[in-house]
């Protein structure tokens, strides 16, 4: 069942990304000789025009085959990929990534409108509270640290990944009035003997979705306001419109945190998650929201789409051969020499890059099946 449900996933968010690429390549005039779901051998295939449609074995990965895209002929078919000016090819090469970043941002704004979610309010004080003892009260709202805007939660939990235990400098919003205050986080550490936390020492608040409704009752069975508790809010649907897309930027922003941390060294390479990994997280995460509910279990695998959808984004845009951004970089070349460079020399990039890519991925695979195992 996990394989079924991350193949869905998967297939979901490759098909909107070729999807992307298609559509730009029809515009630009771009010949697509085959549109295909998934890799292997054909199942099923239907040609209505000069675009071969096909279903293939295996359920994951997905191509948009255009004419001449890896020939440099003298006098290429005017439908060609390389015939096109680079402008055009540019917009081609960019619209897979830019159809992930869309579709993280309508799941994003889908479960920002019907779900609760935490927010950097303040509900309640952990024992001992940094925040408490600075001076912060319940129904506070953070909305900045250490100078970066606070938009979602995760922004908050992400900064305080990389606290050292130095002075943390929080925004604080009460009444509709803004002040500052300074405190020092406590050390939590870690049970397991790993690398623990920095906490300032609160319990977050609630939002609540446009469309969300509110079943919640007291000790008598009585129906239950929560947006009387403070530190919850209701959203409009224009704050839950806000509030997806800025869910969809933070899991895209997230990479670059994740990159960082990792040529710094204060992350290791056994945090980076594969395919086999994310089978795993999703089954688990699926599994146990179905002990909510199919409604729970629904969202989860939503939550999944949007944060690999935009992952997949960014990944895809980075400056590495084989991939979409590595691909942009010779058509700025180009641009910026006047001619393209020798589809040869291109190819013999894009296959080291390749290979190289290829062996990250049987290292996380391994990473992989060890943590399970």
């Not at 290429?76 to 830019?98: C, E, Q």
């Not at 700025?332 to 990039?349: D, M, N, S, T």
């Amino acid at each position: 069942m996990n394989i079924v449900l991350a193949l869905l996933v998967f297939t979901v968010i490759i098909f909107v990304h070729e999807l992307g690429h298609f559509f730009a390549a029809r515009r630009a005039g771009i010949l697509v000789e085959e549109f295909s779901i998934g890799m292997g051998p054909r199942l099923l295939k239907w040609k209505p025009g000069d675009t071969m449609y096909s279903l293939k074995l295996f359920p994951i990965g997905g191509s948009c085959m255009m004419l001449g895209e890896d020939e440099s002929d003298a006098e290429p078919d005017p439908r060609s990929f390389n015939a096109k000016p680079v402008k055009k090819r540019m917009g081609v090469i960019l619209a897979g990534a830019i159809m992930n970043f869309i579709l993280a941002i309508v799941v994003g704004i889908l479960i920002a409108s019907f779900n609760r979610f935490p927010e950097a309010s303040v509900q309640a004080f952990t024992a001992n509270s940094a925040l408490e003892a600075a001076g912060a009260q319940v129904g506070d709202r953070i909305t900045r640290i250490n100078g970066r805007r606070i938009n979602v939660y995760g922004d908050f939990m992400l900064e305080m990944q990389t606290a050292d235990g130095s002075p943390v400098a929080l925004e604080i919003l009460r009444d509709g009035q803004r002040f500052d205050i300074t405190l020092n986080p406590t050390y939590l550490p870690d049970p397991d003997g790993g690398r623990g936390r920095w906490l300032v020492g609160f319990h977050p608040g609630i939002g609540l979705g446009a469309f969300n409704r509110i079943t919640e009752t007291d000790q008598y069975g009585n129906p239950l306001d929560i947006t009387q508790i403070p530190g919850v809010r209701r959203l409009n649907f224009g704050q839950s419109l806000a509030r997806g897309i800025n869910e969809a930027v933070f899991a895209s922003r997230s990479v670059f945190f994740v990159l960082r941390q990792l040529f710094t060294g204060q992350l290791g390479m056994d945090v980076l998650m594969g395919p086999v990994g994310i089978v795993d997280a999703i089954g688990g995460g699926t599994a146990a929201s179905l002990e909510v509910g199919v409604s729970a279990a629904f969202w989860t695998i939503m939550n999944f789409v949007l944060i690999i959808s935009a992952n997949l984004g960014v990944l895809n845009l980075l400056p590495i051969p084989a991939l979409d951004g590595g691909r942009m970089i010779f058509l700025i070349l180009e641009a910026i020499r006047g001619k393209p460079i020798k589809p040869e020399r291109e190819g013999i990039v894009h296959l080291v890059g390749f290979v190289l890519l290829m062996g990250l991925a049987v290292f996380i695979a391994y990473n992989d099946i060890v943590r399970l195992f």
